[in-house]
């Protein structure tokens, strides 16, 4: 186990050399004060004896909750039409195990285009064992630590995260991140009240029909202040009164005709003869 | 009113039952209760006596409450807006509401006739307008005179031109402008935002970059942007691609575009051929693409395809391969125009 | 003048109104105003609340221009770059046009600024779906008949021109979703067959997005399009004095008359009255209810777009068609058209204009009908032109629905391509069965009418005959009510003249008549006419047999029976039990 230990250590460590750009490397070095290898790898350092434990746990829930899609090994399942029943789970990273099982993703509650967000099904050691567990199959990303989502941004960060939000997210998550529609009755989930830590996972995995946007382009400082944004736009007040949802004119319009029908009310009630002898018969 | 009913005026006969004419005219309790009269009248001067308190809280909630990017506020909703819009609504709905309930209470209510005319004019004035407009004609003699007539309609007709003529300058010809981007061999596609190049074993499978050309953010030898203001929105509204990356087994290319990528890693314009909507809404796994504005659907790993939605044409793909530092570059430009369709577009 | 009314026994008010006729004589003198305003002073406008939905779009456009001017003192119509260093820190420091960062200043800087903007933007919403509410109402009535032929024509203008003053409006923030608005616009004006890139640049001055369309929309925006709103809405209110307002048929209420209030002083506090109505019923929205929050889309930027892009509601129909469109296009010589954009871009608005503005013409040449009308129909009494806005209704409905397929999947977690396949089809089935459904009701709603001038209302007073069965009590209606129902005409199927002319050759003028006849027979053929004083007597007649029939049970205590109408009933009341 030991071993397995160095090859997903050894693995973070290379990628981060050749993936992080220098200024990046140098800004975390700025933020991760008790040396690079502990913040990416905290569990793993904190409990190296308990590697073995944690994995055949995580085996022992897999083969209850997940074996029946993802097969026994996790190869993967193939329908009669050859389409993923489900997907094999080799080398896609602890990061995905924690996003889909933590989010109540996974396991689905029945076969649909998409799964769908739900409490989640296991407790936080459950879903640590899982992921020790599908981590162990092959490499992958691994569950980001909290500075690498969480902690002060500047403002001209936080403006440059509202740039990336804009660019690679509003397309699909709408501008005040409430969510949109995908083909075929797949959707692109609200973003608001996700954790931190959800969200950074999904940008490394891809979840289901969401592109992945690694490391390597879309660098964790970049992620961070994608983050950043989004939180703070959480805790802004709204302006302008209720926000009616977030979705654009086509709720704005609803409302606008809302506002019509009062004013109707009005007018009925500005044009009602209360006191003429003819309202009275017609009654 | 003191006329009388207008002879010219349709006047169906009213059967099967004949006009009862007008019902007679009920008092009001406030017309006949002195009480309910003075009832009324205190309403109506509170409400105008409410308006003037919500015009003053108005101008105290103006001065009271802050603005800006830390506002004050109530419920999570800046509380100058919600206060402002209130006190303003109330102030003028307390001067509606007053004022319809005087005219419902206390103004006479007793109904009135009015006769209704033709809106057509008698037929003799009819007579005498076109017998005044026929003398007029008749003196100026425009008539007697077609040179005079036609010289002249020629020459307000001819003041059109310049008018026309004065909107040219509205903007220049179109040229080849359309047609083009900046796009060309050996330019490195970056992503957008921060400008940083991309080299393929950064991407994993699954992967969507929204990219631009690598010139957005070069500068020139006095250290200005390349492109900046009006020029880079002209260039990005062209320009801008997304870049995504497949397993190379799902890709089913066309035969010349066999070598448009780098070990599946494809690069299509981000500009709808619909109406020209930026578009990335990448599905990973069924490599369909979604135009959030009119659901225009390209299948990236069949060239672009629309498989759904009102788009006609295939989305312009870029061919792109990479460069001696293994950066992802454009190894031509596009190969037709991008965006949506134009009548030259061919 | 009325001041002589005030005089005698309060000098301090005599004194005061002396003051008032001094300037009124003054102004008179100068202005012969006089003449004209003993006559419009109290100048008759019948009371109905549907007569008042027209207001509702008048209150919201002054509103706009008093919101409107005030947010002339702050917004920069420029396209020039800047770099935002306003109070709303998420956006600060980025670079971005003048004109949104003169909006981002309105929302965040000046106080009330926020309010200003959102009240303009609702009255907006409210103005066009009032002047469309208005447009149904005068439409439903048959309000649009001759002699107001002309004040529909403006009002249709009026409705184009307040959405294209809506769009450019839309459009002057320059942030995401106006600038995505303007792409879609530019794709639709690219499409025009010819001219469409050069229309483009010279739009655009330049290539899209250019530096110019911002400042040019301003002009639109706040010039040129309030200008001929203003002055046509004048001429839209002088016609309406003019010809005076239409009214219900009732007693006493004939072609030749108008009843109703007078302008001083009821007409006047009512309208007005209602302006504050309006005017603060916009501000409680633009209060509580947000409404385009520009600072979550952030500047406009060619390579963004977010999900959830629409144009406002009153566009929705344009953006429906776009959507539910399939991908045609024509290639030929060297040139494309575009039919997937051109058809619902141009060719639809364009169709669609053409029948709302050409309505009243078209159905006055079917049904024959050239007489002034002053009298209003009820809508079930043109049973035909009523399912025919229902029909129109229902298009609407479904193209707005379509244009917001994504939001609809969205909410509602639909298939989008489910909702747009249904949408291409529905819009084909849809409203025809909705016209059907619509025109039947009517003609149900014509035959209940009929039924009660026939045989009473029902009185909900159970009869049992000496036989044992049991019949519904119906007793007549007032003699008012009976005259009101029917205060209306015979409907006449246009019956052509001849076909043929002298040398029996079917004639091109001949033909258009056995067409007109035969649309006019498929307007009419189904509507039922009121009945004639033979048949309401023998309606009456027959009560009177049934009453017969209860003659046996005269002198029993059959409660309920001194209710049948015939009996006096003064001091009575139905048994307690």
Redesign the interface.
């Known amino acids: 186990m030991r071993l397995l230990t160095r090859r997903i250590s050894g693995g973070l460590s290379a990628k981060r050399r050749s993936r992080f750009a220098a200024p990046v490397v140098l800004l975390l070095g700025l933020l991760i004060t008790g040396g690079a290898y502990a913040a990416l790898a905290p569990a793993n350092a904190n409990t190296k004896t308990d590697d073995a434990t944690t994995i055949a746990k995580g085996r022992a829930l897999f083969l209850v909750g997940c074996a029946s899609c993802h097969g026994k090994n996790a190869e993967g399942i193939l329908t009669v039409r050859g389409k993923n029943y489900g997907p094999a789970l080799a080398g896609v990273g602890a990061a995905a195990v924690d996003f889909q099982v933590g989010t109540g993703r996974m396991p689905m509650a029945q076969p649909g285009v998409q799964a769908l967000q739900k409490p989640p099904a296991y407790n936080a050691d459950e879903i640590e064992a899982l992921a020790a567990y599908v981590a162990s199959l092959g490499t992958g990303p691994s569950i980001p630590s909290a500075d690498q989502y969480s902690g002060k941004v500047s403002n001209q960060e936080l403006v440059e995260g509202g740039e990336f939000f804009r660019t690679n997210c509003t397309a699909c998550h709408n501008f005040a991140a409430a969510g949109g529609a995908l083909p075929g009755g797949k959707f692109a989930p609200s973003l608001v009240g996700v954790s931190a830590k959800h969200i950074y996972e999904a940008m490394l995995t891809g979840p289901q029909q969401m592109p992945v946007f690694s490391n390597g382009v879309l660098t964790p400082q970049d992620k961070k202040e994608i983050i950043s944004y989004l939180k703070s736009s959480e805790t802004e007040p709204n302006y302008g009164g209720f926000a009616l949802g977030s979705i654009g004119p086509v709720s704005e319009g609803m409302f606008a005709w809302l506002g019509v029908g009062v004013l109707v009310g009005f007018a009925v009630w500005i044009a009602a003869h209360t006191s003429r002898s003819k309202k009275k018969k017609e009654a | 009113m003191g006329d009388t009913p207008d002879s010219h005026l349709a006047r169906p006969a009213p059967e099967p039952i004949p006009d009862p004419g007008l019902e007679p005219h009920e008092p009001r309790p406030t017309d006949v209760d002195e009480k309910a009269e003075k009832r009324a009248e205190r309403q109506v001067a509170s409400l105008f006596g409410l308006s003037m308190v919500f015009a003053v809280l108005f101008c105290v909630c103006y001065f009271a409450l802050k603005v800006g990017n830390h506002p004050t506020t109530w419920l999570g909703m800046g509380a100058s807006n919600v206060a402002l819009g209130v006190c303003f609504g109330l102030a003028l709905l307390c001067i509606g509401i007053g004022a319809i309930q005087w005219a419902r209470k206390l103004m006479g209510d007793q109904e009135i006739v009015e006769y209704r005319h033709t809106a057509a004019s008698s037929e003799e004035d009819r007579v005498e307008a076109v017998s005044s407009l026929m003398k007029g004609v008749a003196e100026s003699g425009i008539a007697r005179r077609p040179l005079i007539r036609n010289s002249l309609l020629g020459a307000t007709a001819m003041l059109g031109l310049p008018a026309i003529v004065l909107l040219r300058d509205l903007g220049p010809l179109p040229g080849n402008d359309l047609s083009t981007t900046v796009w060309k061999k050996g330019i490195r596609v970056v992503q957008d935002v921060d400008g940083a190049p991309i080299k393929p074993e950064d991407m994993v499978v699954g992967q969507l970059v929204n990219g631009e050309p690598a010139l957005f953010f070069e500068n020139d030898a006095e250290g200005e942007p390349l492109y900046e203001g009006v020029r880079l929105q002209q260039a990005k509204a062209k320009a801008a691609v997304i870049i995504v990356r497949m397993q190379p087994d799902d890709i089913t290319p066309l035969p010349d575009r066999k070598n448009w990528g780098v070990e599946g890693i494809l690069c299509y314009s981000k500009i709808c051929t619909h109406v020209g909507c930026p578009i990335s809404l990448w599905e990973q796994q069924t490599h369909h693409l979604l135009c959030p504005c009119h659901q225009s659907t390209f299948d990236l790993a069949n060239n672009g395809k629309v498989v759904f939605g009102p788009a006609a044409r295939p989305l312009p793909q870029l061919p792109i391969t990479v460069d001696s530092e293994g950066y992802l570059i454009a190894s031509e430009g596009f190969q037709e125009p991008v965006g949506p369709s134009f009548w030259e577009r061919g | 003048m009325s001041n002589a009314k005030t005089n005698g026994t309060k000098p301090a008010t005599a004194e005061k109104s002396s003051k008032a006729a001094g300037a009124a004589t003054w102004a008179d003198d100068r202005l012969g105003i006089a003449t004209m305003a003993k006559k419009q002073i ?3 406008f019948p ?7 027209g ?2 779009a008048l209150w919201s456009f002054v509103t706009l221009l008093i919101t409107g001017v005030f947010l002339t003192f702050w917004f920069k119509p420029s ?3 800047v770099v935002y260093n306003g ?8 670079p971005m046009s003048e004109a949104y960062a003169s909006t981002l200043n309105i ?6 600024g ?2 200003l903007r ?2 303009h933007h ?1 009255a907006a ?2 103005f066009i ?2 002047m469309l ?1 208005h447009m149904m109402r005068v439409f439903l009535t048959g309000a649009f008949r001759k ?1 107001r032929e002309l004040n529909w024509l403006i009002g249709g203008v009026l409705l184009l021109l307040g959405i294209v003053e809506g769009f450019a409006g839309y459009s002057l923030p320059d942030d ?2 106006s600038g ?1 608005g303007l ?2 616009a ?3 004006v ?9 229309m ?13 369309i911002v400042s040019r929309l301003y002009t639109v925006h706040i010039l040129l399009v309030p200008g001929l709103l203003l002055a046509l809405i004048g001429a839209h209110m002088l016609l309406l004095v ?3 307002h239409t009214q219900w048929p009732g ?12 302008m001083m ?2 007409y006047a ?2 309208a ?22 520009v ?4 500047p ?15 566009m ?1 129909i344009a ?1 429906g068609l ?8 024509t ?1 030929l010589w ?5 039919w ?2 051109f058809i619902p871009g141009q060719i639809a608005p364009i169709a669609l204009l053409s029948l709302v503005l050409g309505y009243p013409f078209i159905e006055q040449w079917i049904t024959g009908d050239k ?2 009308h ?1 009298l209003l129909q009820r809508p079930r009494d043109a049973p035909t032109r009523t399912a025919f806005l229902a029909a129109m209704i229902t298009v609407y409905g479904l193209l ?1 629905a379509a ?5 609809l ?3 509602f ?6 909702i ?1 396949y249904f949408m291409r089809g529905g819009i084909f089935i849809i409203p025809p069965l909705v016209f059907l459904l619509a025109k039947r009701w009517a003609i149900s709603l014509q035959r209940s009418d009929n039924d009660r001038l026939l045989h009473g209302y029902e009185t909900g007073v159970i009869m049992r005959d000496a036989q044992g069965g049991y019949t519904e009590r119906h007793l007549p209606i ?6 009101t129902l ?2 209306r ?1 015979r409907d006449h199927i246009y019956v052509a003249s001849s076909t043929v002319d002298a040398n029996g050759v079917a004639a091109p003028a001949a033909r258009m008549d056995t067409l007109r006849a035969k649309l006019s027979h498929l307007w009419f053929k189904d509507y039922l006419q ?4 033979e ?2 007597e023998e309606g009456h007649h027959h009560a009177e047999i049934e009453h017969e029939h209860d003659v046996p049970l005269e002198g029993h205590a059959a409660d309920g029976h001194q209710f049948d109408g015939r009996h006096d009933i003064a001091g009575e009341e139905l048994r307690q039990h």
Do not use: C
């Not at chain 3, 109070?87 to 980025?94: A, C, F, N, T, W």
């Not at chain 3, 007032?478 to 005259?483: I, L």
């Not at chain 3, 009121?530 to 004083?533: E, F, H, I, N, R």
């Open positions: 109290r100048k008759v009371d109905h609340w549907s007569f008042m939905l207001e509702i396209m020039t770059d109070s709303y820190s998420q956006l600060r420091g980025l929302s965040f800087d000046v106080r009330g926020l309010l959102q009240m609702w919403m409210l779906a009032a509410v002699p995401l979703l995505t792409r879609i530019d794709g639709l690219k499409a025009t067959p010819v001219l469409g890139s050069y483009s640049f010279f739009m655009f001055g330049g290539e899209f997005p250019g530096d110019s003019y010809h005076k007693p006493g209420r004939t072609e030749q008359n108008v009843v109703g209030y007078p002083p009821v506090a009512k007005g009255g209602f302006f504050f109505i309006v005017f603060g019923t916009v501000a409680l929205m633009g209060g509580l209810m947000t409404i385009n929050p600072w979550r889309f952030g406009y930027n060619p390579a963004e777009v977010t999900a959830g892009s629409q144009p406002d509601w009153y929705g953006e776009l959507r539910i469109m399939p991908g045609w296009e290639h060297g040139f494309t058209l575009s997937n954009i007489r002034e002053h707005w244009g917001g397929n994504d939001i999947a969205h909410v977690h639909l298939n989008l391509n489910k747009t007032s003699e008012a009510e009976a005259y029917t205060a005409e009121k009945p004639t004083v048949e309401l």
